[in-house]
């Protein structure tokens, strides 16, 4: 017989795709589901900060319990007026949202992706909304303009 027939299938570290993509409909019952597998999916849902926010749609990729990326689609956010560019993305161009530090660990695949992914998307868009108007992120994480002088921002760094 072949060694490949006794070959074990690999275990799955964390929690199923398929409960975290249940409890993400429970919670979102109007999620569009755009592709599922067994350790995979591909979302899109509303999200809205707050009840004086626009609404945003994002899309969810999340892939073998390990990656979670997060875009904002459907609208280009506009740029606060003394920026170059959006504030704590991977990419500006692509809108994929920063939301936690992997280095860090901050996100496990243990944990429910509609406990803490999505409201930290939520959250990054409602500060956003007040990055808008003068271009000052008071969401934390990192230092996203190192030598800014509080007095005056006039670029990115």
């Known amino acids: 017989m072949s060694s490949s027939f006794f070959k074990r299938k690999k275990k799955l570290i964390g929690m199923p795709a ?3 993509l249940l409890a993400i409909r429970k919670a979102f019952p109007d999620t569009l589901v755009l592709s ?3 350790n995979n999916f591909e979302i899109e849902l509303n999200l809205q900060p707050s009840p ?3 609404t945003y749609r994002i899309k969810l990729v999340y892939d073998k319990n390990l990656i979670i990326k997060v875009y904002v689609i459907g609208k ?4 606060a007026p003394n920026r170059t560019k959006l504030p704590h993305v991977y990419s500006s161009k692509e809108q994929q949202l920063c939301l936690y530090s992997p280095s860090k660990k901050e996100w496990k695949s243990t944990k429910y992706i509609v406990n803490s992914i999505i409201p930290w998307a939520s959250e990054w868009l409602f500060y956003y909304e007040l990055w808008l108007p003068n271009g000052k992120w008071y969401g934390g994480g990192h230092n996203e303009y190192p ?3 509080s007095s005056k921002i006039l670029k990115d760094e």
Request: hydrophobic share 30%.
């Open 18 to 20: 398929y409960m975290q």
């Open 147 to 149: 030598n800014e002088q």
């Open 76 to 79: 280009t956010l506009k740029i």
């Open 36 to 38: 599922k597998g067994w």
């Open 52 to 54: 004086l926010s626009e």
